[in-house]
């Protein structure tokens, strides 16, 4: 039973952060119906800011280790925020009128492009966080060390799907967001600047899915140029799960993705945990054709 | 749409210059860019048959890399076991890859594009995974199955790059035929009909969820087939070459194609050749390619060489509906 | 037929594109044969993919290698000229990357690091009859074959596992715990290990494959404090030791574990942290820092003049030594694949390399044992405490 729990704890930290990255993509799917195969380099990026940044600014024992985590998250979104506005400019406003998959295309030539360029600028090494920047905090629940980043994470999920799921639903911008993504030339006739409205949501998913990066390497310490391409296939996954294009859904399936994982790993099997949890997901996705919290969309009728 | 159109008699000599430049090539190329050249032709046969699948009834189909393994992994055990020669088991490979992809597709055609997209990825994964863990005791896990024997062709052993060259370029050339000749037929039209409004097939009469499956098992059977060429060639195959990124690729070159034939062969030249084309830049070639990858698909949204537009022999219509309109007053 | 460019236009930019590529593909296809007086060598190595820092450090000791052999007359008056080719570590890359090289005309090549990727170029080269020097795959299968031109400056898995066996025994733990990576070389360590133990009547309790590339090995850890062994074995690479070292700690659980050569790479302290690196130990070749030669010690001051810090990993070094055993080869036997393989299985003997003295079995395997165990200390710095 112990271990049960255990595994329970080790299963929400790891989905927490699959859900981190999950928002970030559902974000752009929801409106673009993009795929936005780069979302997992972005995040890759964020993680090398973060540590380009905390390394570089020297905050080390300047100020205390909340206030210099905020501000370097705050940056970091801000700068991964820019480069996903430059990547929507550049590689998928010119194809949103063509196919949806062109920019599918384009959108994995960006990803390439992106894990190439890390590996250029920061080398092909591992990296690592500066160990003062790592709350090395451990709670003991259930008799068992949980360190307090990983709480920390699913805190922030948690409170980010909030604050997105606010901003969606009661804002006016919100408003305006969830018009582009139900019918585009509509919610122009309303006067709603579609391209405006785009380039923030270009913003706001690329943004989260840096921060994510940023958290990852806060937590486990080791970041290289290759590790968006394994969450970034996590939380697509995730956000299918819980329905691509729904917030909740994407924390849902985050979370969900993580326990299966996990605790398919402790009573199964290790060697074939991610085909057990493929597994899962294309078993969900027969009973329920949309994901979890998917709408029930009767197509083209 | 307007279209310039070779008249009907060019497109023959025109044909028959490419097979020409197809078949004198390796004459004049060295080893490497024949390799590279064969490396391209297997693309090319795998991009040919997605795109039956995803060009053609535009089922989306991230995961054609699992149809390939399934292909090869047949041949090198029943080639490597029993000694069967490997061209025998081209049947064997086609037929085992088809029958897998017709218990993965019957519960999940149904599902929308995007979903269908991850499910087929998961596929893919599940294959690489129970390849690596040696199911069976079958597949020899990661080391994969190496000592696969060489194809023979009227007494004549297929060994040299050159050899496989036209080996597999014939093989690409085969293909073109038949499914130039199935798009032309009624599956084919039905298929045409389906990807571009799938309610309105289905108001037609056309029998949705069968004609895509019989795209997706004959696409993947074809994938199969040519698993069993590559597995020929390596004679060593492993799952490191199964993966969920050549399933990417092969997408890549189809899209970027534009789902005609000629498109498609020419996807796969882009994306299996550019990264040779580039290697002058070392650490950086993959860097260019994507951002070539890009850069193609923002100038030619469409895909290099879409599909034509049908044509259809619309002149016995106006006959009949001029008889229709006779009969009427 | 989303776009209502005409057909004139859309043809026009299609030759554009076509033109350019087929303009880079001839200029890329004008192989520029090898000039008199100068003599090629092949490197094959990962530039690019997940093991770009290995390939990257290889490129980087041999043209500095390469530079000086030039600067002492080269090979017999001739010019060594270099030809580097990525392989992506991919086996499929590999074989082209083979093909390019053996096009380009050279006497030998060096490489590569993994050994499903060498496999993928061993016979290509073979049949162009070229001298093939392995430096990073330890795979036992490799030398098995027969092939004549390929050697390998690297010890073979089944010298480590042997390796292995003996620490573990010698440690004198009874429930050992094997954890690897479900990769060639992981799998096939961790198999010859469990069938010596087995044979020692130790008690194996857990035998399982984590997945690579992942950050969180929470769940197995905790699945392999169950079983409760007096020691883990781990058989992967370094970025995974340093991640489950630094989670063992996290969960408090104080259990030994031993490691092996993959993850002799001082990263694996930066990813652990030095207080949960502490204590762990590893067995394999010796760590750069430790090469104790004359050669050894001039080639890490060349280095560090050249690039201002250490060389990472121990294969990189050992890539170096294939090249300068093979410089010695054709310095003896001239530019021919043939005289130099039969130079290096006969003639070498005792050659003093920057890890250590060089003969080669007839298979093409480095003849002597190279490895030590291995720790960490207490200031996150490796150790050798044996052998």
């Known amino acids: 039973m112990d271990q049960f729990f255990q595994q329970l704890i080790n299963g929400l930290a790891v989905g927490g952060i699959y859900a981190l990255v999950a928002l970030g993509y559902t974000m752009v799917y929801g409106v673009l119906k993009l795929i936005n195969f780069a979302h997992g380099d972005l995040f890759t990026i964020g993680a090398y800011l973060g540590m380009t940044l905390f390394v570089g600014m020297g905050l080390a024992g300047k100020a205390p280790v909340l206030v210099s985590v905020l501000l370097v998250a705050l940056m970091v979104m801000g700068l991964v925020a820019l480069l996903g506005r430059l990547l929507e400019r550049a590689a998928y406003r010119p194809l949103r009128k063509a196919g949806r998959l062109s920019a599918v295309v384009s959108a994995l030539g960006a990803s390439i492009f992106f894990q190439n360029a890390v590996m250029l600028i920061w080398g092909g090494k591992y990296e690592v966080y500066p160990e003062t920047m790592r709350p090395s905090v451990i709670l003991s629940l259930f008799g068992m060390g949980v360190p307090l980043i990983r709480l920390i994470i699913i805190g922030v999920s948690v409170l980010l799907m909030l604050a997105l799921y606010w901003f969606i639903d009661r804002t006016r911008t919100g408003t305006a967001i969830r018009a582009v993504a139900i019918d585009q030339s509509a919610a122009r006739l309303m006067g709603i600047n579609v391209d405006r409205i785009i380039s923030l949501v270009f913003c706001i998913g690329p943004g989260l899915g840096g921060v994510a990066g940023m958290m990852v390497g806060l937590s486990y310490g080791q970041i290289d140029f290759n590790m968006g391409f394994s969450y970034g296939l996590k939380a697509f996954t995730a956000a299918v799960l819980g329905g691509i294009g729904n917030i909740p859904g994407a924390m849902l399936g985050g979370l969900l993705l993580g326990l299966i994982e996990t605790l398919g790993a402790a009573y199964l099997t290790i060697a074939w945990k991610d085909a057990l949890s493929f597994l899962v997901l294309i078993l969900i996705l027969i009973i329920r054709p949309t994901g979890i919290l998917g709408e029930r969309t009767a197509e083209k009728l | 749409m307007k279209r310039v159109r070779f008249p009907e008699g060019a497109k023959i000599p025109a044909v028959a210059v490419l097979i020409m430049i197809a078949a004198l090539l390796p004459q004049v190329l060295n080893q490497y860019w024949i390799a590279v050249c064969v490396s391209v032709g297997l693309g090319a046969l795998l991009s040919l048959s997605l795109n039956v699948i995803l060009g053609q009834a535009g089922i989306f189909n991230m995961g054609h890399a699992a149809f390939y393994a399934v292909g090869a992994y047949v041949t090198a055990v029943l080639n490597t076991r029993l000694q069967i020669p490997v061209l025998w088991l081209l049947p064997a490979a086609g037929a085992a890859a088809g029958l897998c992809a017709l218990l993965v597709a019957r519960p999940i055609i149904h599902l929308r594009g995007d979903y269908l997209l991850i499910v087929t990825i998961g596929i893919v994964e599940i294959v690489r995974i129970a390849l690596i863990n040696d199911v069976g005791g079958l597949t020899g896990g990661a080391n994969g199955i190496f000592g696969i024997a060489r194809p023979e062709i009227f007494g004549v052993r297929i060994r040299r790059d050159i050899q496989f060259y036209y080996l597999i370029w014939g093989a690409v050339g085969l293909t073109v035929l038949l499914f130039s000749r199935l798009n032309r037929s009624r599956v084919g039209r039905a298929l045409s009909c389906i990807k571009e409004d799938d309610i309105a097939a289905e108001g037609c009469g056309i029998d949705v969820a069968r004609c895509k499956l019989l795209a997706f098992v004959l696409g993947a059977s074809w994938a199969g087939m040519a698993g069993t060429l590559f597995a020929a060639r390596m004679t060593i195959i492993s799952p490191g070459s199964f993966t969920f990124w050549d399933s990417v690729l092969l997408f890549a070159a189809v899209i970027l194609g534009g789902g005609s034939q000629a498109g498609v062969i020419l996807g796969a030249f882009l994306v299996f050749g550019l990264p040779e084309i580039f290697r002058d830049f070392a650490s950086a070639r993959m860097l260019i390619f994507g951002l070539a990858l890009m850069v193609m698909m923002v100038i030619r949204p469409q895909g290099i060489l879409p599909p034509g537009s049908r044509r259809y022999d619309t002149g016995f219509l106006s006959r009949r509906e001029r008889a229709a309109g006779d009969g009427r007053t | 037929m989303f776009q209502s460019t005409t057909g004139a236009g859309r043809r026009l930019i299609l030759k554009k594109i076509l033109m350019s590529v087929f303009v880079a593909a001839a200029l890329c296809m004008l192989a520029n044969p090898a000039v008199a007086g100068t003599v090629r060598i092949g490197l094959m190595c990962p530039l690019t993919g997940g093991w770009a820092s290995e390939g990257q450090d290889m490129r980087r000791i041999i043209s500095l290698l390469a530079d000086e052999a030039n600067k002492t007359g080269g090979v017999k008056g001739s010019r060594i000229e270099l030809v580097v080719e990525d392989d992506g570590g991919d086996p499929r890359t590999a074989a082209l990357a083979a093909q390019k090289l053996a096009a380009a005309g050279v006497v030998a090549v060096i490489g590569t690091y993994g050994s499903a990727v060498t496999e993928a170029?061993?016979?290509?080269?073979?049949?162009?009859?070229?001298?093939?020097?392995?430096?990073?795959?330890?795979?036992?299968?490799?030398?098995?074959?027969?092939?004549?031109?390929?050697?390998?400056?690297?010890?073979?898995?089944?010298?480590?596992?042997?390796?292995?066996?003996?620490?573990?025994?010698?440690?004198?733990?009874?429930?050992?715990?094997?954890?690897?990576?479900?990769?060639?070389?992981?799998?096939?360590?961790?198999?010859?290990?469990?069938?010596?133990?087995?044979?020692?009547?130790?008690?194996?309790?857990?035998?399982?494959?984590?997945?690579?590339?992942?950050?969180?090995?929470?769940?197995?850890?905790?699945?392999?404090?169950?079983?409760?062994?007096?020691?883990?074995?781990?058989?992967?690479?370094?970025?995974?030791?340093?991640?489950?070292?630094?989670?063992?700690?996290?969960?408090?659980?104080?259990?030994?574990?031993?490691?092996?050569?993959?993850?002799?790479?001082?990263?694996?302290?930066?990813?652990?942290?030095?207080?949960?690196?502490?204590?762990?130990?590893?067995?394999?070749?010796?760590?750069?820092?430790?090469?104790?030669?004359?050669?050894?010690?001039?080639?890490?001051?060349?280095?560090?003049?050249?690039?201002?810090?250490?060389?990472?990993?121990?294969?990189?070094?050992?890539?170096?030594?294939?090249?300068?055993?093979?410089v010695e080869a054709l310095r003896h036997a001239g530019a021919d694949s043939a005289a130099a393989a039969a130079y290096l299985k006969t003639g070498i003997g005792g050659y003093a390399g920057m890890t250590g003295t060089f003969s080669f079995d007839a298979k093409g395997d480095r003849v002597g044992d190279l490895y030590r165990l291995y720790e960490v200390n207490p200031e996150g710095v490796f150790r050798a405490i044996s052998e």
């Open chain 3, 121 to 326: 170029s061993q016979n290509i080269l073979d049949e162009a009859g070229i001298l093939q020097i392995a430096t990073g795959s330890t795979s036992v299968r490799l030398t098995e074959k027969g092939l004549p031109y390929f050697f390998r400056t690297c010890p073979r898995d089944d010298e480590q596992g042997l390796a292995a066996a003996r620490v573990i025994q010698g440690l004198g733990h009874k429930n050992i715990a094997v954890l690897h990576d479900n990769s060639s070389y992981s799998r096939g360590l961790a198999d010859e290990t469990r069938a010596l133990l087995d044979k020692a009547k130790l008690n194996i309790v857990f035998f399982d494959a984590l997945t690579p590339m992942e950050r969180d090995y929470s769940a197995i850890l905790t699945r392999l404090r169950a079983s409760s062994p007096d020691m883990v074995f781990f058989t992967g690479y370094y970025p995974e030791a340093g991640l489950l070292l630094r989670q063992k700690r996290e969960m408090g659980w104080n259990v030994p574990m031993l490691g092996c050569d993959a993850d002799n790479n001082p990263d694996l302290v930066k990813i652990a942290g030095t207080a949960a690196a502490a204590g762990f130990m590893f067995i394999s070749p010796p760590v750069p820092a430790d090469l104790s030669t004359d050669r050894g010690k001039a080639f890490l001051d060349a280095y560090r003049a050249a690039y201002k810090e250490m060389p990472q990993s121990v294969w990189a070094v050992l890539a170096g030594d294939a090249f300068n055993v093979l």
